[in-house]
Nanobody
Framework: QMNLVESGGGVVKSGDSLLLSCEVSGPTIHNWRLSWFRRAPGKERELIATMNSIGARQVYAPSVKGRFTISRDNQKKALYLQMSDLKVEDTAMYYC?????????????????WGQGTQVTVSS
């Protein structure tokens, strides 16, 4: 069993930065892919950043590439999302999620564990 808890959301202005964190409880996060999703008002949940179990490869949605950075600390069992140059359209509920390493990762249907989410609101 794995429990994920996000933190770090808030209300910021356009151009600001935020660091989201996701603490994972459970035996280990080795061999688990960790990802960040978000759901904006009126939209479906979308994958915005993901990395494999050893952090060797990061994949980003085009909308955040170059502005967001995903990282993980397997010893601390934590996942992070550094968000820079935030835009109004980044306003959403942000979720961390975990799935077993093997297999596709693009859809939220592949993920076994989810956090409750942390709200990010960006004003102009």
């Amino acid at each position: 069993q794995m429990n994920l808890v996000e933190s770090g959301g808030g209300v910021v202005k356009s151009g600001d930065s935020l660091l989201l964190s996701c603490e994972v409880s459970g035996p280990t996060i080795h061999n688990w892919r960790l990802s960040w999703f978000r759901r904006a008002p009126g939209k479906e949940r979308e994958l915005i950043a993901t990395m494999n179990s050893i952090g060797a490869r990061q994949v980003y949605a085009p909308s955040v590439k170059g502005r967001f950075t995903i990282s993980r600390d397997n010893q601390k069992k934590a996942l992070y999302l550094q968000m820079s140059d935030l835009k109004v359209e980044d306003t959403a509920m942000y979720y961390c999620a975990a799935k077993e390493e093997v297999g596709p990762y693009h859809s939220d249907s592949f993920y076994q564990y989810w956090g409750q989410g942390t709200q990010v609101t960006v004003s102009s």
